[in-house]
């Protein structure tokens, strides 16, 4: 069983700043990639960045520049820098694991952007 358990969402004006942290538990074995997605009301679930075990990351082009995301392999976390945030940022952030080619999401957690 694998457990993620997200923290860090939370309201943000325009312009602001948060930082998500998502920390892995349980039959974790080897971790490959960890990330966040996020889904938007009415919208897809979208990439907003990803970092595999060498440290490679990948990033969504909505996002790009403005979110920096690092992971800690010793505690297994994985966490998502935002920075210039802006209203259309707002949406349930997921932190993602995979684990040989198995995929495990967190519960979600919200940021809103707004005044």
């Known amino acids: 069983q694998v457990r993620l358990a997200e923290s860090g969402g939370g309201l943000v004006q325009p312009g602001g700043s948060l930082r998500l942290s998502c920390e892995a538990s349980g039959d974790l074995r080897e971790i490959d990639s960890m990330g966040w997605y996020r889904q938007a009301p009415g919208k897809e679930r979208e990439l907003v960045a990803s970092i595999g075990t060498g440290g490679h990351t990948k990033y969504g082009d909505s996002v790009r520049g403005r979110i920096a995301i690092s992971r800690d392999d010793v505690e297994n976390t994985v966490e998502l820098q935002m920075s210039s945030l802006k209203f259309e940022d707002t949406a349930v952030y997921y932190c993602?694991?995979?684990?040989?080619?198995?995929?495990?999401w967190g519960q979600g957690t919200q940021v809103t952007v707004s005044r």
């Open positions: 993602h694991i995979t684990i040989l080619r198995s995929e495990y």
